[in-house]
């Protein structure tokens, strides 16, 4: 049994997979898995892949048909054998080093995560900058955290150099044709956790701009997507967790700036109507929600106008308002 698998959600990314995967199989820690799991691809992506499963053994092809990113991570963490996993998406790659650092330090201090930070680059050039993931609150480098690790579900969720322990997330159960599901991921193994470490060594590389890349995304079932993460956090995470239900209504604020930019009929739409209710169902949990210690006075004030007072219609208003000045 490898000591560590990397699963690989691969859909018709046939210009990169093969960088992508040879940048997992030139690890300099070698004792590896490589979970290639071709999610209905209809370009050349599964013989690529299937082509480089070939030429090392290492690496497991595994063909589906499609059912989206979320499908892929819960194909993959129930057949990895790993202790832990990693995820690597196709259009993006490891430094060479990336296996071997996170899996040191969570081997020798029996870590459940170890996150570390992120190149972030761009199509058609060399250039790349670090990405910090550690923007809210700052957590301390290299500490193994024990406790308070609420402050770990306001880190970056997307699945970058991120090493997780396989047994805290196998029942985890992702919606399905949804985008953003990494989301779901990252806060689930979080609660889970007992301990976790942070690093600032950049050790992956994140292409930002890719077409269909999902961060560039601006159509209204972005909207619905992010509703249905969020309900799916809401329906398998402990709800006792006042950080965590901190995190949501962090992200409830976020769903309305997404529904900001990409609703076709503001107010008047399905998703508006899904809004609210989502607000509704997180004011059920108003007085374990307001012991956050994440929460600062200005959060808590916010807080209590959108949930207890219900002024979201107001509050949608008003950053809409910011949101077309800030265009213009």
């Not at 990252?186 to 942070?198: D, G, L, P, T």
């Not at 992200?251 to 899904?274: C, G, H, P, Q």
Request: hydrophobic fraction near 35%; charged fraction near 30%.
């Amino acid at each position: 049994m490898s000591k560590v698998s990397i699963i690989v959600p691969i859909y018709n990314v046939e210009k990169y997979v093969v960088k992508c995967l040879r940048s997992l199989t030139s690890q300099t820690f070698q004792d590896i898995e490589v979970l290639a799991i071709d999610d209905g691809s209809t370009d050349e992506s599964g013989k690529l892949s299937a082509r480089e499963a070939e030429r090392d053994s290492r690496i497991k092809y595994i063909k589906k048909e499609n059912g989206g990113y979320g499908s892929v991570l819960e194909l993959g963490i129930k057949k990895a054998k790993s202790e832990y996993f990693l995820i690597c998406d196709p259009d993006d790659w490891l430094e060479d080093n990336c296996i071997e650092e996170l899996y040191k330090r969570a081997s020798e201090n029996g870590l459940d995560m170890v996150i570390g930070e992120k190149y972030i680059s761009t199509v058609g050039t060399d250039k790349k900058c670090i990405k910090q993931q550690n923007a809210y609150f700052k957590v301390q480098d290299e500490k193994c955290c024990k406790d308070k690790l609420g402050v770990f579900y306001f880190m970056t969720v997307s699945p970058h150099s991120k090493l997780y322990r396989t047994s805290l997330v196998r029942d985890i159960i992702f919606p399905k044709k949804t985008s953003f599901t990494d989301l779901l991921l990252y806060v689930y193994a979080v609660q889970k956790s007992k301990s976790i470490m942070y690093t600032k060594l950049p050790l992956s590389n994140y292409l930002v701009d890719r077409p269909g890349n999902t961060t560039t995304d601006r159509k209204p079932k972005t909207i619905g997507d992010h509703l249905k993460v969020w309900h799916a956090i809401y329906e398998q995470c402990n709800l006792r967790d006042s950080e965590l239900l901190f995190r949501l209504f962090f992200e409830l604020k976020y769903i309305i700036r997404v529904y900001i930019k990409n609703s076709d009929n503001l107010f008047k739409d399905d998703y508006y109507a899904e809004i609210l209710k989502t607000a509704r169902t997180l004011r059920d949990h108003y007085s374990t929600l307001k012991n956050a210690q994440c929460a600062s006075k200005k959060d808590k004030t916010i807080m209590y106008a959108t949930l207890k007072l219900s002024i979201i219609a107001p509050y949608i208003w008003f950053e809409s308002l910011k949101e077309k000045l800030h265009e213009n």
